[in-house]
């Protein structure tokens, strides 16, 4: 299809190694289980910054070869050594100038350039820092009689969500008649996340990573003799981002048992289930011991000056905010890298959706965050002159 478009211009595909037509391969960000930020070395940043010297190398970089394009292109090609570690690469027509392209491959060795990188400053606007500017509602587990749409299978969650909300409850309702003095919930998911709550007390969590999207939970539960009812929310966090055939994908609850010791007390794999969408909104969520807490947000006044503007989500844990109703994008401040530390706490707010009074910011929370320690903040930079090294130079 993207061939018989008659373009004129390179593809740029992500994963396809048979592409027609010499199409450039491409590799961005990718959506599922991933934060919001723009790729780490973008020539311009999500704030609309200039990374440097990623930016001003580019920009000469490009300029250079417009300048000589038409050496480049019809010049005549040689390269040789200037050293054991160094090399050029020379492009010459016979009335014209050349251009050469010097190479030091020495990765011990550095050239030093001097070239223009930049400092980010952090500037806090506004702490959240007051208990009673926190509007809260407390919202119920539903339970298998609750809901309209029911299965006897577990569906997939993504095709039963329709893309509406990252959440999808599985609940059903089981008649407990068999001795176990110590049951575990055993519960496997292709993703991401899933809450396990068992006659509406929260039980555990369990979640998997960018790499292995699914996940295995086993919680210690405690049933009650006769009726019980189990809640699971799944959750996820973006739709897959790559690959062939995304819409053979499968997300959500994939075994649902009942475990006592090595035995399986109950197969709940093929039963009945009740399905609720999890509801999204102008709404907070903060999980207690029983039920899920629902905090509308918080009221703010655009900061002076037009310098761009971030939510600092530091204490929080994982969800989504909305900024007068304009979601900033998903969170997972609790959920950290290898050297332990958050990849990343702070979330641009573009101006044009705030207004200069009264606007208005509301915070899903899965687990356990502190919303009173939430701060807005404004970020500047300032354009610094030094020499960097470089392994590669040209």
């Known amino acids: 299809m993207a061939v018989q478009l008659d373009t004129g211009v390179p593809w740029m595909m992500c994963k396809q190694t048979d592409a027609p037509d010499l199409w450039n391969e491409f590799r961005e960000n990718s959506i599922s289980i991933c934060h919001n930020k723009l790729y780490d070395q973008a020539p311009l940043d999500e704030y609309g910054f200039k990374r440097q010297p990623k930016w001003g190398h580019l920009k000469d970089l490009h300029a250079a070869i417009s300048l000589c394009s038409t050496t480049l292109l019809q010049g005549l090609q040689t390269n040789f050594s200037l050293g054991q570690l ?192 999890g509801l999204l909104g102008e709404k907070l969520q903060i999980y207690t011991e029983k039920t899920w807490e629902m905090l509308i947000g918080t009221v703010f006044d655009a900061p002076v000056g037009d310098d761009p503007i971030a939510l600092e989500l530091g204490t929080m844990g994982k969800g989504e905010a909305w900024v007068n109703g304009q979601s900033i994008g998903r969170f997972w401040v609790s959920f950290q890298t290898s050297d332990g530390n958050s990849s990343q706490t702070l979330y641009n707010v573009p101006r044009s959706f705030i207004k200069p009074y009264g606007n208005l910011l509301v915070i899903l929370e899965e687990f356990k965050g502190d919303p009173v320690q939430i701060s807005l903040d404004t970020i500047s930079v300032t354009n610094l002159h030094e020499p960097i090294s470089h392994y590669h130079t040209i």
């Open 86 to 277: 160094q090399e050029a690469y020379v492009f010459e027509e016979e009335t014209r100038g050349c251009v050469a392209f010097l190479v030091n491959n020495d990765g011990r060795e550095n050239a030093t350039v001097n070239t223009v990188s930049n400092e980010r400053t952090t500037t806090t606007s506004e702490t959240f820092n007051g208990t009673d500017r926190w509007e809260e509602y407390r919202d119920d587990i539903p339970n298998f009689l609750d809901t309209s749409l029911k299965s006897n299978t577990l569906l997939e969650h993504m095709n039963t969500t329709k893309d509406k909300s990252d959440y999808l409850w599985y609940t059903f309702s089981f008649q407990h008649n068999l001795s176990c003095t110590e049951p575990v919930l055993h519960v496997e998911s292709l993703g991401h996340v899933a809450h396990a709550f068992v006659n509406s007390t929260y039980a555990g969590a369990a979640h998997g990573n960018h790499d292995v999207k699914g996940f295995t939970m086993d919680v210690p539960i405690v049933l009650n003799d006769g009726m019980n009812n189990i809640s699971i929310l799944s959750v996820m966090v973006g739709l897959p981002d790559s690959g062939a055939f995304l819409e053979r994908r499968f997300a959500g609850l994939t075994k649902v048992e009942i475990h006592c010791g090595e035995i399986v007390l109950y197969n709940f794999t093929n039963y009945e289930w009740g399905y609720q969408v």
